[in-house]
């Protein structure tokens, strides 16, 4: 919980999330504010019309860091199955 003082309000309000790898939503106060996909790169969202100022705000960030054949970073991906996991420990 966020604790946001009127008097320390300037014209934008902002929530920044500096990096996310692949996908990730964020909410103020309930209130989806941004969402972003693609990798390692800063964003933000200004949230001055879902901030409460007479109540703590609550930010909520879900992030999905999967890694896939389509996703950042490029490369490959090896599946294995527990036979072929055992024999490589």
Known sequence: MVLCRKEL??????????????FGVEWVNGVQVMSHSGGHLPFEAQVNSVLGYTSANRITVAVNNTLTPHTLPPGSIMFYNRSEYDEMS
């Open 9 to 22: 309000v300037v014209e934008r309000m902002l929530i920044a999330v500096v990096w996310l790898c692949v």
